[in-house]
């Protein structure tokens, strides 16, 4: 999954061109910087290998929700209808600039279910932001037909799936935008990083200003820079795009790499029947960073964590119904609203209702789901071993199980 598996002498050298002039910004001191430009090169990289027309790099996939939430004219009391099942960091962005997380169902794609976000539209929603979660794709023809009927803004969160596309293009740039994170675990990695992508002119120019301070970038230097808006610091530094710079440039090879050896796994542990897989609305456009598959019942899912851990095998194996991290029902700190400040009255009153609302529908996807990293390290033995030990768990647990079913 991470690119951080395969860092190496290519990351060196594009760090190191920076070090050595010491200009570690990616604006100004245009004359001691001897033309190394690192953040501006990995944007028209990013603009190059995923189609997008303007792409603008923040600090973090965070900051790059948090700044395309902003340019798009998100704020205080619009409902921002997001899955059940993400990362802490879409609702932190959410909340941050002042807007309503509004949770919705998940489908056995692990994202956003149409019908649920149907569901949860009022007068106030403002924007749909589907999370490309694991490396693959929300359905988003559906989607975006609920954004055009109700008027609403689409942000892709695709910070876990860089690289996959839905029918021919890439993920993070179908929306009116969408944001990568570039953090350490991710399938490029600039130790800390991210990216807003669109097509929109104004949006970019927007994104541009907001993260470095509210400057339109038009000045002779910083202090000569007008502000026509209050931005604040969500930039990149050069040393952290020279890493990214690096590997973008072997995005395409990472990919080829995950995907054969998810093509691995997913052959060997196709054979038991009782395994089901996750839904891809394009299978084409999966990134293959995890491969995700479900037992029958929550009671058989517990019993498969808990025999690969005796086995030792759990390691890259996420069952994220019981991770503090990814999924509703451990979000404590969000439905209790405990923030170190005070927030709006409408997202005091939002998360209140947050805590009363059932989301049996995607429990009873999320208690059954198991998720596997895969490696960009793994050789083909490996992955032989490795299919052939998960299924001899799934078997015995299995096994057991109908054992005890038939002494009945
Ligand atoms: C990683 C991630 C983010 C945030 O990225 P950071 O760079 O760690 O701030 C946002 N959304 C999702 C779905 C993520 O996985």
Known sequence: MPGFELFGEEERKEVNDVLATGILMRYGFDGPRKNIWKSKELEEAICKQFGCRYAQ????????LTTALSALGIGAGDEVIMPSFTFVASFEAVLSVGAIPVLADIDESLTLNPDAVRKEITSKTKCVMPVHMCGSMADLDPLIQICKEHNLILLEDACQSIGGSYKGKFLGTIGHAGTFSFDFVKTITCAEGGVVMTNDHDLYTKADGFTDHGHDHKGADRGADLHPFIGYNYRISELHAAVGLAQIRKLDKFLSIQKNNYDQLKNILSQIPEVSFRQIPDPAGDSCTFMSWFLPTESLTRSVVAELKEQNILAGNFYWFDNNWHYIRKWDHLKQATTLNNLNEGQKAALEKLQQKSFSAS????????????????????????GKKMVSAIKKVLQQTSALQASF
């Open 363 to 386: 429990d009873s996807i999320m208690n059954r789901c198991i998720s596997t990293a895969i490696s960009l390290l793994w050789t083909p033995q490996q992955i032989e071993e490795k």
């Open 57 to 64: 790099l923040t600090s973090s996939g965070t900051s790059a």
